[in-house]
Nanobody, 122 residues
Framework: QEQLAESGGGLVQAGGSLRLSCAASGRTFTSYHMAWFRQGPGKERDFVGAISSTGAYTVYGSSVKGRFTISRDKDKNTVYLQMNSLEPADTAVYYC???????????????WGQGTQVTVSS
């Protein structure tokens, strides 16, 4: 069974850093584009960033560009989200997603993890 499992969330002070991991299991995900989305309290699920199946291309949401970096390790079947200069507005549940279509919208991804909570204190 294909699964995505996020880890690495937690509580951090504003200005700090966290690295989230998304471990894929059940198959090899080298042919899938991978993305991160987040959902804050009372908000819709928003696009954070994506990395292409080859790792050659990345794209980021405007609110995180320059602060967050996505990478992937094909040997470990894992995708990472390095988050720097965190702000209270970054507080959300962060979700990893996989899909065969490149894009920044929810419908481009058809496999989702359970999410990991990130809380940034001021």
């Amino acid at each position: 069974q294909e699964q995505l499992a996020e880890s690495g969330g937690g509580l951090v002070q504003a200005g700090g850093s966290l690295r989230l991991s998304c471990a894929a299991s059940g198959r090899t995900f080298t042919s899938y584009h991978m993305a991160w989305f987040r959902q804050g309290p009372g908000k819709e699920r928003d696009f954070v960033g994506a990395i292409s199946s080859t790792g050659a291309y990345t794209v980021y949401g405007s609110s995180v560009k320059g602060r967050f970096t996505i990478s992937r390790d094909k040997d470990k079947n894992t995708v990472y989200l390095q988050m720097n200069s965190l702000e209270p507005a970054d507080t959300a549940v962060y979700y990893c997603a996989a899909g065969g279509t490149w894009g920044t919208q929810l419908h481009h991804y058809n496999l989702w993890g359970q999410g990991t909570q990130v809380t940034v204190s001021s």
